[in-house]
């Protein structure tokens, strides 16, 4: 019987301590069930330990005695602990340390005094331990807490009646020990879940009343019921409580598409696959509003069941204004079409798609008359108009964006993207052979178009771009509404010109750019040898990767961008330098002829800078000619009459080079102060034809009447030498006698002319 009531007792032990034990593992607050929980299980190894100490001769009696007051002492610890912390005075981690120390060394102490000695002290310090957590208990705890330090307290003196009356007392001291442990158990299972609804009860009110305030929206889901929503969830889905929903919350607020990978993400979350999920996306108010919300949701305990904690934050506000200012940085404000950058992007989505489809550029022809006559009013007008015709009319058949100022484009996706090239460009003829309408007025429009295909002209969205406005730019040499694919050497044209453009600033930076200087000779008969009267600088540009570079190669880059100004202010400077070193070296010189642009002629402080030019080198005015074209004559006539007026007062001659190309007329001639006329090139190539002598004959008694001197260029042979002398024209220059020198050669023309040298002669007109 006693065997059996031993085993009884180490099976509630044993099923005691385990029971307080999963409690705790489902709430790790209650430290306590842990604490007192392991005592028991150390409590099933008593019952076994007094059988073999009672059953055992020395010295296993021993050893099993030692095993009952090391479990005695250390269970004692365990329910110490664990009392104190069901007390709400738990013990630190050194105060833990040292009690488990101290008992654990008592056993050690107390195993010389042998049975019944020994096994009364570890009953009394167990009797005393449970007083003194029953009186902790008394001033903390609840009922339940209480019935559970009497029962151990209880059950420690009933430890005492095997010591007290002896061994005819175990079975009734192991029955009772049983009940109380029994007992004890329930009474803490039952503080452990009483403070485990409490704390959960807090936790709630405290998470009430911090979502209560909340400005973003908190929400419990279990399944497809919404078991919580404070104030601003309720707010942000548009109603006043939960009791106003009579639908499936899913299907009331979720777009069709997403309630199945909603409900998946719920099940994640409360199976456990997942700690946390973060989203987001449109919602629906329950009035059908859209509304932009982004949500995190995890799994919390809910009412002891798992359930899903949702955090939505309301970004309606956030989206619609970057939806706004993304609609601003790709629509044009004034027609609301797409603007050049929607153009890039979808035709980087085509190319990638590497779709078929036509891009044409519309550019309206003369469209800043309508600003200049009208005023910019009505110019907006009338492109918001276009605007619209082209949208309404070309609806389904091409995509229209606006790029700029009076810049169109128009794209259309096609398989056969030549086909809807040609078919667009046609509708957009008919579209403009009917008039704009604007109140009180109606307006005709001319546009040229410029047309790049996909994949035929380019396959990236900036290449296409390039053709087509190349095209366009092509298009509009043509007068009236005219249409231009794109071709290589169009764009090619273009990259030249920005190209040549961007060199040329490096150039006058870094001062590539220097003077030959091509001699003008008098030639009087054929017998006798030219005479060097003069020199024309002409300008180089010595290219880093391209080397020597004549004038018709950079000069028009120069005219477009303006900086035909600074390059003619270097010429003269090089020029007057040159005339400087060479009367210093010689002591004499010759005029050297400089080509002046227009921009330079019609600078109201042109003729000043001259001045002190020749002043800071020393130059006499004598030595500088300069040579001006028909163009800024005939354009600018009294500006270019009062700048030449002054030049020759202060003794600088002013030549009219390429005479015979453009507007030459004796008004001209007779208006202007000029001192030479040059002879175009073109003019002499044909000679000695008869009709071509008797042009340069008329020329040359023309200024033989206005008394002006005669210059031809461009002369090649001796025919065409003796033409022109025997049309009255004495002084040349041409590859006949040199081509453009060098300084260095230049130098030893003038050191000859003055020593008479190789037949050539110094003169100098006074």
């Known amino acids: 019987m006693t065997e059996a009531l031993y085993a009884a007792n180490s099976a509630v032990c044993l099923g005691c301590g385990a029971a307080l034990l999963?409690?705790?593992?489902?709430?790790?607050?209650?430290?306590?069930?842990?604490?007192?929980?392991?005592?028991?299980?150390?409590?099933?190894?008593?019952?076994?330990?007094?059988?073999?100490?009672?059953?055992?001769?020395?010295?296993?009696?021993?050893?099993?005695?030692?095993?009952?007051?090391?479990?005695?002492?250390?269970?004692?610890?365990?329910?110490?602990?664990?009392?104190?912390?069901?007390?709400?005075?738990?013990?630190?981690?050194?105060?833990?340390?040292?009690?488990?120390?101290?008992?654990?060394?008592?056993?050690?102490?107390?195993?010389?005094?042998?049975?019944?000695?020994?096994?009364?002290?570890?009953?009394?310090?167990?009797?005393?331990?449970?007083?003194?957590?029953?009186?902790?208990?008394?001033?903390?705890?609840?009922?339940?807490?209480?019935?559970?330090?009497?029962l151990l307290v209880l059950l420690a003196f009933n430890a005492l009646q095997v010591q007290v009356i002896g061994p005819s007392a175990t079975e009734r001291q192991l029955v009772l020990a049983m009940l109380l442990r029994l007992g004890a158990a329930l009474a803490l299972l039952h503080a452990a879940g009483r403070r485990s609804a409490q704390a959960s009860r807090l936790a709630r009110e405290r998470f009430e009343r911090l979502t209560e305030h909340s400005h973003q929206g908190v929400a419990v889901i279990r399944g497809e019921q919404m078991l919580y929503a404070n104030p601003a969830l309720l707010r942000i889905y548009g109603l006043a409580?939960?009791?106003?929903?009579?639908?499936?919350?899913?299907?009331?607020?979720?777009?069709?598409?997403?309630?199945?990978?909603?409900?998946?993400?719920?099940?994640?979350?409360?199976?456990?696959?997942?700690?946390r999920e973060d989203w987001s996306g449109q919602r629906f108010r329950f009035d059908g509003t859209p509304i932009r919300l982004r949500f995190s949701a995890w799994r919390v305990d809910w009412d002891g069941e798992s359930a899903e904690q949702v955090i939505v934050t309301d970004e309606t506000a956030q989206h619609d204004a970057t939806m706004a200012l993304l609609h601003q940085a790709t629509h044009d404000e004034l027609t609301g079409l797409p603007n050049r950058s929607a153009l890039l992007a979808r035709l980087r989505e085509l190319c990638a798609a590497d779709a078929g489809f036509a891009l044409l550029l519309l550019d309206v022809d003369r469209f800043k008359l309508f600003n200049e006559a009208h005023g910019p009013s009505l110019g907006d007008a009338v492109l918001r108009a276009l605007a619209e015709r082209l949208t309404q009319a070309l609806r389904g058949e091409a995509e229209v964006m606006r790029l700029g100022e009076d810049e169109f484009a128009l794209l259309a996706p096609a398989d056969d993207a030549e086909r809807a090239a040609h078919a667009l460009a046609q509708r957009v003829r008919e579209l403009l052979a009917r008039?704009?309408?604007?109140?009180?007025?109606?307006?005709?429009?001319?546009?040229?178009?410029?047309?790049?295909?996909?994949?035929?002209?380019?396959?990236?969205?900036?290449?296409?771009?390039?053709?087509?406005?190349?095209?366009?730019?092509?298009?509009?040499?043509?007068?009236?509404?005219?249409?231009?694919?794109?071709?290589?050497?169009?764009?090619?044209?273009?990259?030249?010109?920005?190209?040549?453009?961007?060199?040329?600033?490096?150039?006058?930076?870094?001062?590539?750019?220097?003077?030959?200087?091509?001699?003008?000779?008098?030639?009087?008969?054929?017998?006798?040898?030219?005479?060097?009267?003069g020199f024309e600088a002409l300008v180089r540009w010595d290219h880093p990767v391209s080397g020597r570079m004549s004038p018709l190669e950079f000069v028009p880059a120069?005219?477009?961008?303006?900086?035909?100004?600074?390059?003619?202010?270097?010429?003269?400077?090089?020029?007057?330098?040159?005339?400087?070193?060479?009367?210093?070296?010689?002591?004499?010189?010759?005029?050297?002829?400089?080509?002046?642009?227009?921009?330079?002629?019609?600078?109201?402080?042109?003729?000043?800078?001259?001045?002190?030019?020749?002043?800071?080198?020393?130059?006499?005015?004598?030595?500088?000619?300069?040579?001006?074209?028909?163009?800024?004559?005939?354009?600018?006539?009294?500006?270019?009459?009062?700048?030449i007026a002054r030049l020759r007062a202060h003794g600088i001659e002013v030549a009219l080079d390429d005479f015979g190309t453009g507007f030459s007329s004796l008004n001209m001639l007779r208006s202007l102060p000029l001192r030479t006329v040059k002879i175009d090139r073109s003019l002499v190539e044909p000679l000695p034809a008869p009709d071509a002598t008797a042009v340069v004959k008329a020329i040359c008694d023309l200024a033989a009447t206005l008394d002006l001197d005669v210059i031809a260029e461009g002369v090649e042979t001796e025919a065409q030498s003796e033409a022109l002398r025997a049309a009255g024209c004495k002084v040349m220059q041409g590859y006949l006698y040199a081509r453009p020198l060098a300084p260095a050669e230049a130098a030893r023309w003038l050191d000859r002319a003055d020593g008479g040298g190789a037949g050539m002669a110094f003169r100098l007109r006074g």
């Open 435 to 533: 008039p704009l309408a604007l109140p009180g007025q109606e307006f005709f429009l001319d546009v040229s178009m410029g047309v790049a295909l996909h994949p035929a002209h380019g396959r990236g969205a900036e290449a296409l771009l390039r053709a087509a406005n190349a095209a366009m730019h092509e298009a509009k040499l043509v007068p009236g509404t005219s249409l231009q694919f794109a071709e290589e050497r169009f764009e090619r044209g273009s990259g030249v010109t920005l190209l040549a453009e961007q060199a040329l600033r490096a150039g006058l930076r870094d001062e590539q750019f220097s003077l030959v200087y091509q001699p003008k000779v008098e030639v009087r008969s054929a017998a006798r040898p030219p005479v060097l009267v």
């Open 22 to 150: 999963l409690a705790w593992r489902r709430d790790h607050e209650q430290a306590f069930l842990r604490m007192v929980g392991l005592a028991f299980l150390l409590h099933a190894l008593l019952a076994p330990s007094y059988a073999a100490m009672r059953a055992s001769a020395p010295p296993l009696d021993r050893l099993a005695l030692g095993v009952i007051l090391l479990v005695a002492m250390l269970s004692a610890g365990l329910v110490l602990m664990g009392v104190a912390y069901l007390a709400e005075r738990p013990l630190t981690r050194r105060q833990q340390r040292i009690s488990l120390a101290l008992l654990l060394a008592g056993a050690v102490l107390l195993l010389p005094l042998g049975d019944p000695a020994a096994l009364m002290v570890p009953t009394l310090i167990n009797a005393l331990l449970g007083a003194a957590a029953l009186a902790w208990l008394a001033r903390r705890g609840g009922v339940a807490e209480l019935l559970s330090g009497v």
């Open 558 to 643: 120069s005219e477009r961008t303006g900086m035909v100004r600074a390059l003619g202010a270097l010429i003269l400077e090089r020029a007057c330098a040159q005339l400087a070193r060479w009367r210093a070296d010689y002591g004499h010189a010759v005029p050297v002829a400089v080509n002046v642009s227009p921009l330079q002629l019609l600078d109201p402080g042109f003729v000043d800078e001259v001045l002190a030019l020749l002043a800071r080198h020393g130059v006499p005015p004598a030595l500088l000619t300069l040579e001006i074209t028909e163009s800024v004559a005939v354009t600018h006539m009294e500006q270019a009459r009062g700048r």
């Open 241 to 275: 409580s939960l009791q106003e929903v009579h639908t499936l919350w899913r299907d009331a607020t979720m777009p069709e598409g997403e309630r199945a990978a909603g409900r998946e993400r719920h099940r994640r979350l409360i199976a456990g696959e997942t700690e």
